[in-house]
C-alpha cells in the first residue's frame, strides 16, 4: 500500500495560504515592534540618558562635538590622575599660571607671580570668577591644597604638592594641617614657602592638583564634589551644564571667565564616550565627532579617504626595566649588558610594531623634555649604542663565570595584555633566544595583576613605560632614585642617588641638565633600564575645526582656543 | 502552585547567595588590588585609602559586611567611580541595557518564529537554503564582527545617502536602538530559527495535525492554531536564559555603538579589579537570570498544560 503523502509534503494551496498569513504575523510584528519602541523610549528618557545627535561641526551656533574614550571617574580636581578628568578638567578649570598654545607659562587667574629658592609669590587678578560669580580669591587654593594633603582625603598625586613646605609631613599626618607653608595676606596675594628650592614651581601650579576648591561649596557638596555637574564649580572658560553619565558630557562657554577674547566655540559637546577607536574612526566618517585617533589598522582607510593625519608625541616612554633586586640574574651587569647589546630598537618599532608616530627609544629623557634653552635632548644628545653580537656573547660568558652558573635560568619576562605588548614580548623573546640562547618565560598579566607583580618584584624583566607628571626632566629623572616607590626593580646606587639629589635641590637650569645628562648616561652605562620607544599619537581633526592643541601635560586634547573656520577645507 | 513558586524563589535565593559567596572570594584571590596604579604610593597613603574603604579589616569581617549590606540592598561605593554608588550605576545603567535586551529578545523572537515557520513550510526548497545559510552564519560569527560590520555599513550607507539614515551610535531615541538592538538580537534570531524550524517540522508530521487535516479544517486555522502554537514551546523555553544572557552580554555592542548601558561597566570593573562594581553587578545579574528562568518555568506552566499536570 502506498497512499501515504510522502512525509512533510504539504499542498501547494496550503504552504500559500500559511505563507500569507505568516506574511500578516510578520506585518502584525513589525507595527508591535515600532510601537513598543516609542513606549520603550519614553520610559528611556524618564532615566535621562540621552545624548543628542549633533553634527562634528556646527558652524551656526559655533559648536563642536567629540568622543573620549573614558568617561572621568569623578572630576574633583584634588583626586584626578587620569588621562579623561585631565582633559575635561583642562577644559573647565584654570589655575594660577596657564601653559599657551606654544608651551610657554602665561598668567591664569594670577597675573604676576615670583619664585625664588625659598618662596613663591602669586598677585591674583581681581576679575578672576568663579561660575557663580564670586571672585577667586588666594584662600581657595589654599584650601584646595589642604584638602588633598589631608591623610583623609587620600589623594593619590598629593606628592605633587611636596614642594610646599611641610606639605609632606601633612599629608604623613604627623603634623597638623595649620603648618603647612601657604599664606594670603590678603584675598589676591598667594605666598608659598618652599620645602626646597624647585626650580620649576611655576611649570608645577598648571597642573591639576594644584587647582582652587571653594570651601563653602566644597562642604556643601557633602564628599560628593566633582560627581555631577552640578555638585562643582568652575574657573575655566567652559563649565558643564549637563553630564549624563557613560554617555554625554556638554561643556558650555562660562559666562564669567575672565579673558572671553581668547575664547570662540560657544559649545564643547563630548556626545561619545567609547573606548573602541574603529567606533569613534566610524563617528568620524560618518561626521558625528570633530577629532579621533587613529590606530595602525586604520591608517589605510585615513588615506584612502585623503584625510590630513598628524602625528605627535604623546610624551610616554616605554621601556624595559631590569629586576636589580640581590635574588635576580639581572642584577648581573653582564647580563644586562650582553642583552643590550643585541636589542634593537629600530627593527622592534620600524619593522615589528610599525606603529604610525612611534619613534625608537635613545634614552630615559624623552625627546619632548626641556632642557636650559631649548630641548634637553638636543643640548645633551643620548650616549649612541653600537649593537655587537660578539661583545653581547662575550659579556654573556662573563655574566654566566660571575653568576657561577652553566646557563642563565629562564628569565621571567613580565608584559601586560594588550596586543602591542604581546607582539613585543614574543619578538623580545626571539631575540634574546636567537641571538644569545637565553630563554625567556613570557609572564602576561592584566593592568592590576601586573603591577602588584612589579612592586613584589616577582620577575626578571619588565614591558614598563611612565608618563610625566610636570614639564621637566624630573619627572623621568627620578624614577630610579632608591628612595623612589617606582622604582619598580628596586635600582640602588649611590651615584644615581647623588645625581638625583643635584637636580631636586638646584636651582640653577645648567647644574640640574648636567646632572639629568650624567643620569642619562648613568642610566645607559650600568643599563638600569633598556629605553624601547617614545609613544606616539596619529590623530584626524575636522577640517573646519582650527587651533586644536595636543599636550603632553595637561588638558590633552585641547579645545579651549579652537575655532570654528566656515571656509576650511 | 504557590508552594512550587515559592520553593523555586527559595532555591533562587540560595543561589544567589553561592553566587555573591563565590565570587567575593574569588575576587580577593586574584593578585593585585583596586587601589593600585600606575603611580606608586607611600604606605601612609595606601593606609588610609584602604581604611577608607574598608579593606583593612580581616577578609571574613570585610565579608560579613558585604553580606549585611547586601541584604540591606546596598552595594556601596565604586572604586574607579570614586563619587558614585553601586547603586546608582546600576539604577541608572541597568534601563539602557534592559531596553536593548528586550528590544533585541523580541527582534530575535519574532524573526526566529517566523523565519523558521517560513523555512519548515518551504523545506528543502530556494528560501529554505537561503534562511539556513544566513542561520549558520548569525550562529557563527560573532557579536564584535556583526556589531562592526553593522556599523561601518550603516557609515557607508550614510555617505551614500548623503544624509544620516540612521545614526551609528550614542543613544536617546528609538532611531538610536534599531541597528544595535538587531546586531545583538541576531545570533539568538538564528539559533530560534533553527529550533523554530526542527520544532516546526515534526509538529507538521504529527497525528493531530493529519486529523485537523483529515477533519477538513481551513488550512490558515490548520497552520496556525495547531501547527505555530504548537511550534513554539520549545522556543518559549530557550527564551528565559536568552533575555538574561542578551542583558549582560550586550558588552561589545554597548562599546562600539557607544551606548550607556550596565554591560561595559560590568566588564571594565573586572578589568579595573573595581570590588564593589564586580560585587554588584554580579549578584544583580545573578538575581536577574535566577529569577528569568524561574519565571519562564512559571509561564511556561500557562502555555503547556501538560507540565503543570507532572
Known amino acids: 500500500m502506498n497512499n501515504r503523502h510522502p512525509r512533510n509534503e504539504n499542498e501547494p494551496s496550503f504552504t500559500q495560504s500559511a505563507a500569507r498569513q505568516l506574511l500578516m504575523l510578520a506585518a502584525g510584528a513589525v507595527v508591535a515592534l515600532v510601537a513598543l519602541m516609542w513606549l520603550l523610549q519614553a520610559l528611556a528618557s524618564l532615566v535621562g540618558s540621552s545624548t543628542t545627535a549633533a553634527n562634528a561641526v556646527d558652524v551656526q551656533n559655533n559648536s563642536i562635538t567629540i568622543a573620549i574614550s573614558t568617561e572621568p571617574p569623578q572630576l574633583n580636581s584634588t583626586l584626578a590622575t587620569d588621562a579623561s578628568s585631565g582633559m575635561i578638567l583642562g577644559h573647565v578649570m584654570e589655575g594660577l599660571l596657564r601653559m599657551s598654545m606654544d608651551d610657554q607659562l602665561e598668567p591664569g587667574i594670577a597675573e604676576r607671580w615670583e619664585v625664588t629658592e625659598t618662596q613663591a609669590k602669586f598677585w591674583l587678578r581681581d576679575n578672576a570668577k568663579w561660575s557663580d560669580g564670586v571672585a577667586v580669591t588666594a584662600h581657595d587654593f589654599i584650601f584646595a591644597w589642604k584638602t588633598a594633603l589631608k591623610p583623609e582625603t587620600a589623594s593619590e598625586y598629593a606628592f605633587l604638592l611636596y614642594p610646599i613646605k611641610n606639605a609632606r609631613a601633612v599629608n604623613e599626618g604627623t603634623i597638623g594641617l595649620d603648618q603647612l607653608g601657604v599664606y594670603a595676606p590678603d584675598d589676591l596675594t598667594l605666598i608659598i614657602d618652599l620645602e626646597r628650592p624647585v626650580a620649576f614651581f611655576d611649570k608645577m601650579v598648571t597642573f591639576q592638583t594644584y587647582f582652587p576648591l571653594r570651601e563653602d561649596f566644597y562642604l556643601q557638596t557633602a564628599g560628593r564634589y566633582g560627581a555631577d555637574a552640578q555638585e562643582m564649580l568652575y574657573t575655566g572658560p567652559f563649565v558643564i551644564t549637563s553630564w549624563v553619565h557613560g554617555a554625554s558630557l556638554l561643556l558650555e562657554r562660562n559666562p564669567y571667565y575672565w579673558d572671553q577674547a581668547q575664547i570662540n566655540l560657544s559649545t564643547i559637546n563630548v556626545g561619545y564616550i567609547t573606548a573602541d577607536a574603529t567606533a569613534r574612526l566610524n563617528f568620524f566618517k560618518d561626521q558625528r565627532i570633530a577629532e579621533t585617533v587613529l590606530l595602525a589598522e586604520n591608517l589605510q582607510e585615513a588615506l584612502k579617504q585623503r584625510w590630513h593625519i598628524r602625528r605627535e608625541q604623546d610624551g610616554t616612554l616605554f621601556f624595559l626595566e631590569f629586576n ?7 642584577r648581573n651587569y653582564h ?83 594588550s596586543a602591542v605588548a604581546d607582539i613585543q614580548s614574543e619578538w623580545l623573546q626571539a631575540v634574546l633566544k636567537t641571538k644569545l640562547g637565553l630563554e625567556i618565560k613570557i609572564d602576561k598579566q592584566i593592568f592590576k595583576q601586573r603591577l602588584a607583580k612589579m612592586t613584589s618584584g616577582d620577575f626578571d624583566m619588565v614591558l614598563a613605560g611612565w608618563g610625566p607628571d610636570y614639564d621637566d626632566p624630573l619627572t623621568f629623572g627620578d624614577l630610579f632614585a632608591s628612595w623612589n616607590l617606582n622604582n619598580r626593580g628596586r635600582y640602588n646606587n649611590p651615584d644615581m642617588d647623588q645625581l638625583v639629589s643635584v637636580a631636586q635641590n638646584s636651582v640653577d637650569a645648567a647644574t640640574r641638565m648636567q646632572a639629568f645628562s650624567d643620569i642619562q648616561q648613568l642610566a645607559f652605562d650600568d643599563i638600569v633600564l633598556l629605553p624601547m620607544y617614545e609613544r606616539g599619537v596619529t590623530y584626524v581633526i575636522h577640517p573646519k575645526l582650527k587651533n586644536v592643541k595636543r599636550r603632553v601635560i595637561g588638558a590633552d586634547v585641547d579645545f579651549t582656543r579652537a575655532y570654528i573656520d566656515p571656509e576650511g577645507v | 502552585m504557590t508552594r512550587y513558586i515559592l520553593k523555586r524563589l527559595l532555591q533562587g535565593i540560595l543561589t544567589v547567595w553561592f553566587i555573591a559567596t563565590a565570587t567575593f572570594f574569588a575576587m580577593h584571590a586574584v593578585p593585585g588590588d583596586p587601589l593600585s596604579g600606575d603611580k606608586a604610593m607611600t604606605e601612609r597613603i595606601r593606609a588610609n585609602l584602604e581604611a577608607k574603604y574598608g579593606l583593612d579589616k580581616p577578609l571574613m569581617t570585610q565579608y560579613g559586611i558585604y553580606l549585611k549590606n547586601i541584604a540591606q540592598g546596598d552595594f556601596g561605593i565604586s572604586f574607579t567611580q570614586e563619587n558614585r554608588k553601586v547603586n546608582d550605576i ?25 523565519w523558521g515557520a517560513l523555512t519548515a513550510l518551504y523545506r528543502n526548497r530556494l528560501p529554505d537554503t537561503i534562511i539556513m545559510f544566513l542561520v549558520i552564519l548569525g550562529i557563527s560569527v560573532p557579536s564584535f564582527v556583526v556589531a562592526a560590520l553593522g556599523q561601518l555599513s550603516m557609515v ?155
Request: hydrophobic residues 50%; aromatic residues 10%.
Open chain 1, 324 to 330: 636589580h633586586r640581590p635574588s635576580r640574574s639581572t
Open chain 1, 335 to 417: 647580563l644586562r649588558r650582553a642583552i643590550q647589546l643585541v636589542v634593537d630598537m629600530e627593527e622592534l618599532v620600524y619593522k615589528v610594531t610599525k606603529l604610525p608616530g612611534y619613534v625608537p627609544g635613545e634614552s630615559l629623557f624623552p625627546a619632548w623634555l626641556p632642557g636650559v634653552e631649548g630641548k634637553f635632548r638636543e643640548e645633551f644628545p643620548a650616549p649612541k649604542l653600537q649593537l655587537n653580537h660578539q661583545q653581547a656573547l662575550e659579556h654573556l660568558a662573563l655574566a654566566k663565570q660571575e653568576l657561577g652558573l652553566q646557563d642563565i635560568p629562564p628569565l621571567a619576562l613580565l608584559a601586560g595584555d
Open chain 2, 90 to 114: 546600576i539604577r541608572e545603567h541597568f534601563p539602557v541595557s534592559a531596553t536593548l535586551g528586550i528590544l533585541a529578545i523580541l527582534f530575535a523572537g519574532v524573526g526566529g518564529i517566523l
Open chain 2, 156 to 310: 557607508n550607507l550614510n555617505t551614500f545617502a548623503g544624509f544620516s539614515i540612521l545614526p551609528i551610535g550614542g543613544w536617546g531615541t528609538i532611531w538610536h536602538m534599531i541597528v544595535p538592538s538587531m546586531v545583538l538580537g541576531l545570533s539568538t534570531m538564528a539559533y530560534l530559527t533553527r529550533l523554530m524550524r526542527s520544532s516546526m517540522l515534526e509538529i507538521i508530521n504529527s497525528d493531530f495535525v493529519r486529523t485537523a487535516k483529515a477533519k477538513g479544517l481551513p488550512a490558515t486555522r490548520i497552520f496556525s492554531q495547531h501547527q505555530l502554537r504548537n511550534a513554539i514551546l520549545p522556543v518559549i523555553t530557550v527564551l528565559g536564559p536568552s533575555i538574561a544572557a542578551i542583558t549582560t552580554g550586550g558588552f561589545v555592542v554597548e562599546i562600539i555603538f557607544a551606548i550607556p548601558g550596565l554591560g561595559r561597566y560590568f566588564v571594565e570593573a573586572v578589568q579595573q579589579l573595581d570590588y564593589t562594581v564586580i560585587m554588584g553587578t554580579t549578584v544583580f545579574y545573578g538575581a536577574f537570570l535566577v529569577f528569568m528562568v524561574i519565571l519562564v518555568d512559571i509561564l511556561y506552566g500557562y502555555v503547556d498544560p501538560r507540565v503543570r499536570v507532572s
